[in-house]
């Protein structure tokens, strides 16, 4: 008596099981298979990405074919920040009284009648002069860049 034994291919649950062993890896990647058919669905970032699914689900073995329907999806758009701002440090020096010192006592010496003491980087002005002068004097004070110039002690006459 002789026996014909049939091989049948594997199933559908045996190819999924191995199919989605080697895809799985691959993220974004799910499988489905029916009649020995696997049908690959799901969203990856490069067509890459997409191929190599697919060859690794062909190189399967019991697979009778694949319909691939991974979608490729755009990069994501990576805007720059913005850079951080940064301070204009040539108009934001604060002069230190000595420094500040010397410099109103060279500026002054111009404007007869008029005094300037500094503190704390502040810039007092007294006496007398006129409007022209007192002009000219303010631009002169305020590029040694004090705190601040108080003018409340000096008469400006036109």
Same mark, same amino acid.
């Given at each position: 008596?002789?026996?014909?034994?049939?091989?049948?291919?594997?199933?559908?649950?045996?190819?999924?099981?191995?199919?989605?062993?080697?895809?799985?890896?691959?993220?974004?990647?799910?499988?489905?298979?029916?009649?020995?058919?696997?049908?690959?669905?799901?969203?990856?970032?490069?067509?890459?990405?997409?191929?190599?699914?697919?060859?690794? !689900?062909? *190189? %399967? =073995?019991?697979?009778?074919? +694949?319909?691939?329907?991974? #979608?490729?999806?755009?990069? $994501?758009? @990576?805007?720059?920040?913005?850079?951080?701002?940064?301070?204009?440090?040539?108009?934001? !020096?604060? *002069? %230190? =009284?000595?420094?500040?010192? +010397?410099?109103?006592?060279? #500026?002054?010496?111009?404007? $007869?009648? @008029?005094?300037?003491?500094?503190?704390?980087?502040?810039?007092?002005?007294?006496?007398? !002069?006129?409007?022209?002068?007192?002009?000219?004097?303010?631009?002169?004070?305020?590029?040694?860049?004090?705190?601040?110039?108080?003018?409340?002690?000096?008469?400006?006459?036109?």
């Amino acid at each position: 008596m002789s026996y014909v034994i049939a091989c049948k291919g594997k199933s559908d649950t045996d190819i999924q099981a191995a199919v989605a062993e080697k895809v799985n890896a691959i993220p974004g990647v799910m499988s489905e298979t029916k009649d020995g058919v696997v049908t690959l669905s799901g969203t990856v970032t490069a067509d890459s990405l997409k191929t190599q699914a697919e060859e690794l !689900t062909k *190189s %399967t =073995d019991g697979v009778k074919g +694949v319909t691939n329907t991974i #979608v490729v999806a755009a990069p $994501p758009i @990576v805007t720059p920040a913005p850079p951080a701002p940064t301070l204009d440090t040539t108009r934001v !020096t604060v *002069s %230190t =009284d000595d420094q500040l010192k +010397v410099g109103v006592n060279t #500026v002054i010496k111009d404007y $007869p009648g @008029v005094s300037a003491t500094v503190k704390d980087g502040v810039v007092t002005v007294k006496g007398e !002069t006129t409007a022209s002068k007192w002009k000219l004097l303010k631009q002169s004070l305020d590029a040694l860049t004090p705190k601040q110039v108080d003018a409340s002690g000096l008469t400006v006459k036109q």
